[in-house]
Nanobody
Framework: QVQLVESGGGLVQPGGSLRLSCLAS????????MAWYRQAPGKQRELVAV???????HYADSVKGRFTISRDNAKTTVYLQMKRLKPEDTAVYYC???????????????WGQGTQVTVSS
């Protein structure tokens, strides 16, 4: 039984901040890397950030220095702290549990509903 529930999105002005949360089922959280993706209308889903089971992090160049991914293993929750938001960050944000192998993230086929982030003045 796999369950992923994203929350924390909303409307924010450029330069503002948001913190996203993803609650995952315990059965898939412990032994997996976790990742955040985002998808804007008419575009493909893109990888934003990854945190491995060992706590190592990786970021897309477009968000490096502005976003921070973290995880709380006891709460089976992964977070995405978003700072200095830009209009191009507008998208639906999803989390995923998978593997980080050979320098890349391999997503599983389970996705939550996602949470909408809109950056606009």
């Amino acid at each position: 039984q796999v369950q992923l529930v994203e929350s924390g999105g909303g409307l924010v002005q450029p330069g503002g901040s948001l913190r996203l949360s993803c609650l995952a089922s315990g059965s898939i959280f412990s032994n997996n890397a976790m990742a955040w993706y985002r998808q804007a209308p008419g575009k493909q889903r893109e990888l934003v950030a990854v945190i491995t089971s060992g706590g190592n992090t990786h970021y897309a160049d477009s968000v490096k220095g502005r976003f921070t991914i973290s995880r709380d293993n006891a709460k089976t929750t992964v977070y995405l702290q978003m700072k200095r938001l830009k209009p191009e960050d507008t998208a639906v944000y999803y989390c995923n549990a998978g593997g980080y192998i050979s320098g890349r993230f391999w997503p599983d086929d389970y996705w939550g509903q996602g949470t909408q982030v809109t950056v606009s003045s």
